[in-house]
């Protein structure tokens, strides 16, 4: 069974909002939560950027479905035992309800602890070997035991979680090419992407596959969510401007985890013009337009899908998914 979202980008939400907007949207049927793990938001004029844990645990108080962060970075800002120690007491707080989704990280979040800024390939190897370091301790920790973990980039004494819950939380990678894909199938419990303009989702949903299987695991039973950027207002016009001004970040057809301030992001976005969202963000005022957009993805093979509106007015987007686009969609 599919499930339908909420992806709450605290760039531009204040917590206290972001519970209310949660509690608002499953009210209205969505199924659960992803909110972001950023230190500055990518543009001053997003205004917000709250400590994504504090955010997750209050929300989990007020709601009952799924809840993570999509996705945080155990490598730089974090190490990985300290992430795998929120992750695990947040699953403990919420039993059943909690996942935690892994990245390799943009250098506006990561570089404020002031570490040298590697090349992708260094970041990648660092996100897998960060994954493989918390499943490790989050298996040795319900065993009662402890691990001690010596590897090229991360290193742990003999310790372990002494706060668990029953069973270890689902451990999401991110993936926006195919080479990681396949490594994700191989290592991780599932993976997360976003939306992306052409055959560039199915091809990492096969490469995904291919790595299961060359694991001896079977891709049908792992979980595939995606991130979903949608801009609907009355008008078309209005939908164009918001997603300008709110979600430029969307449009920016080039490698954005280099850049460090959100200052630069902001001269960056003054080049960016609605053509340039096409295929990243969908920009309509038409409701069965978003729906069918949402569809699409289930029917490649998403069994979670994350819906984030770059609007500013979250309650009324909630209403109306809620009562007019969910209802409508194919679940199974």
């Given at each position: 069974?599919?499930?339908?979202?909420?992806?709450l980008?605290?760039?531009?939400?204040?917590?206290?909002t972001?519970?209310?907007?949660?509690?608002?949207?499953?009210?209205?049927?969505?199924?659960?939560?992803m909110?972001?793990?950023?230190f500055?938001?990518?543009?001053?004029?997003?205004?917000?950027?709250?400590?994504?844990?504090?955010v997750l645990?209050?929300?989990?108080?007020?709601?009952?479905?799924?809840?993570?962060?999509?996705?945080?970075?155990?490598?730089?800002?974090?190490?990985?035992?300290?992430?795998?120690?929120?992750?695990?007491t947040?699953?403990?707080?919420?039993?059943?309800?909690?996942w935690?989704?892994?990245?390799?990280?943009?250098?506006?979040?990561?570089?404020?602890?002031?570490?040298?800024w590697p090349?992708?390939?260094?970041?990648?190897d660092?996100?897998?070997?960060?994954?493989d370091?918390i499943?490790?301790?989050?298996?040795?920790?319900?065993?009662?035991?402890?691990?001690?973990?010596?590897?090229?980039?991360?290193?742990?004494?003999?310790?372990?979680?002494w706060?668990?819950?029953?069973t270890?939380?689902?451990?999401l990678v991110?993936?926006?090419?195919?080479?990681?894909?396949?490594?994700?199938?191989?290592?991780?419990?599932?993976?997360?992407?976003?939306g992306?303009?052409?055959?560039?989702?199915?091809?990492?949903?096969?490469?995904?596959?291919?790595?299961?299987r060359?694991a001896?695991?079977?891709?049908?039973?792992?979980?595939k969510a995606?991130?979903?950027?949608?801009?609907?207002?009355?008008?078309a016009?209005?939908?164009?401007?918001?997603?300008?001004?709110?979600?430029?970040?969307?449009?920016?057809p080039?490698?954005?985890?280099?850049?460090?301030s959100?200052?630069?992001?902001?001269?960056?976005?003054?080049n960016?013009r609605?053509?340039?969202f096409?295929?990243?963000v969908?920009?309509?005022?038409?409701?069965?337009e978003?729906?069918?957009?949402?569809?699409?993805?289930?029917?490649?093979?998403f069994d979670?899908?994350?819906?984030?509106?770059?609007?500013?007015d979250?309650?009324?987007?909630?209403?109306?998914?809620?009562?007019?686009?969910?209802?409508?969609?194919?679940?199974?």
């Open positions: 069974m599919v499930s339908i979202g909420l992806s980008r605290l760039e531009h939400t204040h917590p206290r972001a519970v209310d907007v949660a509690v608002r949207a499953e009210a209205h049927g969505f199924s659960g939560v909110a972001a793990d950023h500055q938001p990518w543009t001053p004029e997003q205004g917000q950027s709250p400590f994504v844990w504090s645990a209050a929300i989990g108080e007020h709601t009952t479905g799924d809840l993570g962060p999509g996705v945080t970075t155990p490598s730089f800002r974090w190490h990985p035992a300290v992430v795998a120690q929120a992750s695990a947040t699953a403990a707080m919420f039993p059943g309800r909690h935690l989704g892994i990245g390799s990280g943009e250098a506006i979040n990561e570089h404020v602890v002031a570490q040298y090349e992708a390939p260094e970041r990648i660092r996100m897998f070997e960060a994954t370091l499943r490790k301790l989050f298996a040795g920790s319900l065993q009662h035991r402890d691990i001690r973990y010596s590897g090229r980039f991360f290193s742990m004494e003999s310790t372990r979680l706060t668990m819950p029953d270890a939380p689902e451990v991110a993936a926006s090419g195919p080479v990681t894909a396949k490594r994700v199938g191989r290592s991780a419990d599932g993976i997360i992407t976003v992306a303009p052409g055959d560039k989702v199915p091809q990492l949903l096969t490469r995904f596959a291919e790595g299961a060359e001896g695991r079977d891709p049908r039973t792992m979980t995606i991130q979903l950027h949608l801009s609907w207002a009355g008008s016009e209005e939908a164009e401007r918001q997603a300008l001004e709110r979600w430029p970040i969307g449009a920016m080039f490698r954005k985890s280099d850049i460090r959100p200052y630069d992001f902001k001269q960056l976005a003054r960016v609605t053509e340039d096409a295929g990243h969908l920009i309509s005022p038409d409701l069965d978003h729906r069918d957009y949402i569809q699409a993805h289930i029917d490649m093979g979670r899908i994350y819906l984030h509106h770059v609007g500013e979250q309650r009324a987007w909630v209403e109306a998914f809620g009562t007019r686009v969910l209802p409508g969609l194919r679940l199974s």
